[in-house]
């Protein structure tokens, strides 16, 4: 609900990471009777609101991030992109069990840019597992808060000591008369208080939502087609565009033999030249994508110099065989004793090599844009993304205008999994902003699954080698790992050459295992073709390099896979006894093959990985039946364990399944 006036409040506000009560400071207008709480951030500036307007000015920040409705309904902005991922639900369940409002009884949508929003370390994206954590104080506070002003007005109201009160779900309660108010009738009246400076929180043991299950709140909704995604946004006056997209990056359109041909094909509007691709503007979506693929396109090859641009003679095949000619030693992540010696001094060695190829995201919803210029000189988008702020930023610098002048609204995601980050020409809504400006009209620029996979930012293509050595006993003394690429994060925000980045290292470095010397390095080498943020990034693939290796350790010294990770946790008791349910949950470990109970032949696996501080493990059977417990994450290492082979020289990884594989891995 979008107020209608926008009082002149102060430029700095304070910054103690207590709520604010914008209903106080006339936040009103289509808010008229709501009580609506906005969060200030400890350490942060606010900048809430930059002038007085008789009427909404268009993508006018708004700090509200609460709003009780005199139906005693309440709409939540959450600074999180909801993708499937159950953040609502999980906002709603945090927020209503503070203020007694029963998690069904919210609506959610996620809020506009804006500082109020910046909630993971100053920053804000939906990914990382993030979205909870780094909320999970700051939405307890804003609904104990809210809960404590309905109090005090129902206090006021009854004409009883505030003490004497108490909520139940929706409802303030006088027990001493019976009396109850709803928190849409005092939503008015607590409008016009203060926020308490300090509030208490519920016990854990009162909690009636928080780790409790809920239904989720758009289960409905999606399972009925409801949830209106961006691909189904409709603009008044708004006309379709797709396009062609030069075979390899770096090239340009430069000429078009049929140019008059297609311009004359039913719907179509007109046809343009952008950079790196040709576009069709017409009536419907269709009409513009037969009539872009009719084109007959001459493209000129990127200039000299031109930065990522792909090599004619680029393939996977040639990448894996660079990676893997790398040489080492690499820049250490992590180093303990002496690899190096005690590999010298070990029994048995143990040498393998892993890789996974490039994968695109694939998400269900393909990328979309939708851009629309105001006669105001704002520009207004509609578009799925995972950092409001930043996508903010980069339109206006597409755009050549201020940020305060784009309107963003962040449609609820049709999957993600990292695909909807800044990337550089990976994103659709650039072309839709210049195809709107010629035009005169509103665009919706969708993209097709060839463009889109010709442009994705894909999971990088992974290569690690190891080396292990085991004493007479068949134990791990020794562990030598080189992590062979780049980093999404190395491409988007920086390499530092004498360090190791962390997300091309995380799975391999730092596990918990007590191998006594050890040794985990990164060696970079530069990837041609456009790379990003893949779901758990580097874990994705390292994780299941790093075990399935330990278990060619255990197979090479005789040991049990299940017994030597018990053994080499011994010091980690948080990992061992996560280790030790998981086992317990599956009936005890039997690694097999053996027979089932249903005459059916298995084999087991187990693994561990702690992708973002969540600690997670699987067993897994040759069935392909997943049994585990997972340690409050959202992703896990599934499929198949390896047969046992003995001087193993290479791996496939996640994401490739290959027939007369040893492995099939899926990441779930």
């Not at 004619?312 to 690499?330: E, I, W």
């Not at 897994?620 to 290492?637: A, I, M």
Request: proline fraction near 8%; charged fraction near 20%.
């Amino acid at each position: 609900m979008m107020p209608m006036n926008m009082p002149q409040l102060p430029e700095s506000l304070p910054t103690d990471g207590q709520p604010l009560n914008l209903s106080r400071r006339r936040f009103m207008g289509a808010s008229l009777g709501a009580l609506v709480l906005g969060v200030l951030l400890p350490g942060k500036v606010v900048r809430a609101v930059q002038s007085v307007a008789s009427e909404t000015k268009p993508g006018a920040r708004i700090p509200a991030f609460l709003e009780i409705r005199p139906d005693g309904t309440a709409l939540l902005r959450s600074p999180f992109v909801e993708g499937g991922q159950g953040i609502y639900t999980a906002f709603a369940q945090i927020v209503g069990e503070e203020l007694d409002i029963a998690p069904e009884r919210f609506s959610v949508e996620c809020a506009p840019p804006g500082a109020d929003y910046l909630l993971v370390n100053g920053a804000r994206f939906t990914g990382g597992s993030f979205s909870v954590r780094s909320s999970y104080e700051v939405m307890r506070r804003l609904g104990a808060s809210a809960r404590h002003m309905l109090l005090q007005a129902a206090a006021a109201k009854l004409e009883v000591p505030l003490d004497s009160l108490a909520t139940q779900p929706g409802i303030v309660v006088h027990e001493a008369s019976g009396r109850t108010l709803g928190h849409g009738e005092l939503a008015a009246l607590a409008a016009e208080l203060s926020p308490p400076e300090q509030v208490p929180l519920r016990e854990k043991k009162d909690f009636r939502w928080i780790g409790k299950p809920v239904p989720r709140l758009d289960a409905r909704d999606k399972s009925t087609g409801k949830v209106t995604y961006n691909i189904d946004l409709e603009v008044d006056g708004m006309l379709l565009a797709a396009v062609q997209h030069a075979p390899r990056m770096g090239g340009e359109p430069e000429a078009i033999a049929n140019e008059a041909e297609v311009r004359a094909m039913p719907g179509v509007h007109s046809i343009h030249r952008l950079p790196g691709a040709v576009a069709v503007v017409a009536q419907r979506w269709w009409q513009a994508r037969r009539a872009v693929e009719s084109l007959k396109i001459s493209w000129k090859e990127a200039a000299p110099g031109t930065p990522h641009a792909m090599p004619a003679d680029f393939s996977s095949a040639g990448m894996r065989a660079a990676l893997a000619a790398a040489p080492g030693p690499g820049i250490a992540a992590e180093e303990i004793g002496d690899a190096a010696r005690a590999l010298k001094q070990a029994s048995r060695v143990i040498e393998a090599t892993y890789d996974a190829p490039y994968l695109a995201h694939g998400q269900l919803e393909p990328p979309s844009a939708i851009a629309r210029w105001n006669a105001d000189g704002t520009l207004e988008l509609w578009l799925p993304n995972q950092a409001p702020e930043l996508f903010q930023q980069a339109a206006a610098k597409a755009a050549g205008i201020a940020p305060e002048q784009i309107i963003l609204h962040s449609s609820p995601l049709g999957g993600f999994f990292g695909r909807h980050f800044l990337y550089g020409t990976a994103n659709p809504f650039p072309q839709a902003i210049q195809l709107a400006k010629a035009v005169g009209r509103p665009v919706k620029l969708i993209w097709s699954r060839e463009e889109e996979f010709l442009r994705d930012a894909l999971r990088p293509m992974g290569l690690a080698r190891f080396r292990a050595g085991i004493d007479e006993n068949g134990l791990p003394q020794a562990l030598y790992a080189e992590a062979v690429g780049e980093s999404p994060t190395e491409r988007w925000f920086g390499r530092q050459p004498d360090k190791a980045n962390k997300s091309a290292v995380e799975g391999i470095a730092r596990k918990p295992y007590a191998i006594p010397n050890r040794r985990v390095a990164q060696v970079y080498l530069e990837h041609p073709p456009t790379i990003g943020y893949w779901r758990s990034v580097g874990h994705s693939m390292n994780d299941f390099f790093y075990e399935s290796f330990l278990d060619e350790v255990a197979d090479a010294g005789q040991q049990d896979p299940y017994a030597l990770r018990l053994r080499l946790l011994a010091d980690k008791p948080r990992h061992k006894a996560l280790l030790q349910a998981v086992a317990e949950l599956s009936g005890g470990w039997k690694r097999g093959p053996f027979t089932a109970g249903d005459g059916s032949q298995r084999a087991r696996g187990v693994a561990m990985a702690s992708p973002f501080g969540i600690r997670q493990r699987g067993r897994h059977h040759r069935r392909g039946v997943h049994r585990g417990r997972f340690g409050g994450g959202s992703r896990c290492l599934g499929g198949l364990r390896p047969r046992q082979h003995r001087q193993p020289r290479h791996r496939r990884g996640p994401g490739e399944v290959r027939r007369g594989a040893r492995a099939f891995v899926h990441p779930a």
